[in-house]
């Protein structure tokens, strides 16, 4: 057994000082492992020895390394990660948009698993779910120091099955249970509309392998439909993000030209920087992208590319302010790591990580008086989820600044009264940031004056 362990404690060595020497993502410079690296490698040696020996249940060795992994990962930053081979094959269905589950996005926040945001038309979404509730059992087990992916593979499983999750949430007195059937999970990540005639309506909800093309479809869709548009609103509130390659794609199809997005790591090889090529297709009309807390990640470098680029107005509330990039590095043994390589820059370099994008035109959702379930959630952003990368102006406190800022009252008791429930029954009465982006839209001219002025 002792000359096992010197055979891991040297197999150790060997392959961190070839990861140092060769990469996969270091430079060529060769690089000795200096003694405090000895030491600590011989310090895991032996308690993976005490552990095997003294633990009271017999416990096998790859399973306490693979754990060591990933302790060391997680604690890199909240979005880092080691995949097992299951978990790793759960991430490519992910992305390929067809899964079997609830259809929720969550994070950890104070080491408490959290809603970041229900995706549209799912189980979870359709059960009341709310950005920011706080998942304290899957099951009646208690989610606790429970991992994101055994989070994910606890709520996932065969269609029509049930599963029971203990949810709480601001202005909740108690704890409440939701019973939630399971469904097979096809998100749709694009859908259009014509509002008035004249104005397109594109809501991105996903970023997922199908939606460049889904794009594609929705705008000549539009186009179709519309008569003489007027102009369009690009909803990307609540969409938590996805494939890097696919906002670009999606950011491509708006802009004639122009920078989408760059990224900056430690290794010059990561560094990469997006520019917009004219295809002809690109919409001429003005435009305004609705924003939110919910809007992360890829649906951040879209907005950010609109915005710097003048293209479009950003409309809403500060986004959530992830602004980094993940690699997916497949491993050996089937497994990968998902490592935090580099930040992403908008157009005019600013960095969005713990930051977020801060719309041209604040305006704050009115939910509608529904009662207590409805009762406005408490949102999950970025510099709210323990251990996260610091953004560059964190540690400067500055209030949310915009070019306008629009103030929005809600309406009295008596006009709400007067106009009865019909009015309610539409988007636009329903969602008062929309009604205003919209708005915008059909008096562009007036509101072009009034911005120069």
Known sequence: MKH????LFAALCLLLMLFVVLGPYGDSRVSALDSSTYRSLKLFNEVLDIVEKNYVEDVKQKKLI????????????????????????????????????????????????????????????????????????????????????DAVKKMRGPENTKVTLTIFR???????????????????????????????????????????????????????????????????????????DQAVKASDAFLKSGTIVSTKGR????????????????????????????????SEILAGALQDNGKAIVLGTQTFGKGSVQTVIPLEDGSALKLTTAKYFTPNGRSIQAEGIKPDIVVEMIRPPEGPENADAQMLREKDLRGHIKGDQEQVKKPVESTTKEEVK????????????????????????????????????????????
Do not use: C
């Not at 096992?4 to 055979?7: F, I, R, T, V």
């Not at 995949?83 to 759960?90: L, R, S, V």
């Not at 090889?269 to 004219?278: P, Q």
């Not at 809600?410 to 988007?427: I, V």
């Open 66 to 149: 693979d754990e060591a992994i990933a302790g060391m990962i997680k604690s890199l930053d909240p979005h880092s990660a080691f995949m097992t081979p299951d978990q790793y094959k759960e991430l490519q269905v992910d992305t390929s948009g067809t899964f079997g589950g609830l259809g929720i996005v969550i994070a950890m926040q104070n080491d408490q698993l959290t809603v970041v945001s229900p995706i549209e038309d799912t189980p979870a979404f359709n059960a009341g779910l709310k950005a920011g509730d706080r998942i304290l059992k899957i099951d009646g087990q208690i989610t606790k120091g429970l991992s994101i992916q």
């Open 267 to 298: 290794v010059k090889a990561i560094e990469s920087k997006f520019v917009a090529r004219d295809d002809g297709t690109e919409p001429t009309v003005p435009m305004v992208v609705l924003v939110n807390e919910g809007t992360a990640s890829a």
């Open 410 to 453: 809600k309406p009295a008791e008596g006009q709400s009264q007067s106009q009865g429930k019909d009015k309610e029954k539409t988007d636009l009465q329903r969602d008062n940031q929309l009604k205003s982006a919209i708005d915008i839209l059909k008096s562009w001219e007036v509101f072009k004056r009034t911005i120069k002025s």
């Open 170 to 244: 601001k202005d909740m007195k108690e704890p409440k249970d939701y019973v939630i059937n399971r469904a097979t999970i096809k998100i749709k990540s694009v859908k259009q509309n014509v509002y008035d005639g004249n104005i397109g309506y594109i809501r991105i909800s996903a970023f997922q392998e199908s939606t460049a093309d889904e794009l594609k479809k929705a705008l000549q869709q539009i186009n179709a439909k519309g008569n003489n548009l007027q102009g369009i609103v690009i909803d990307v509130r609540n969409n938590p993000g996805g494939l890097l």
């Open 4 to 7: 096992a362990k010197g055979k």
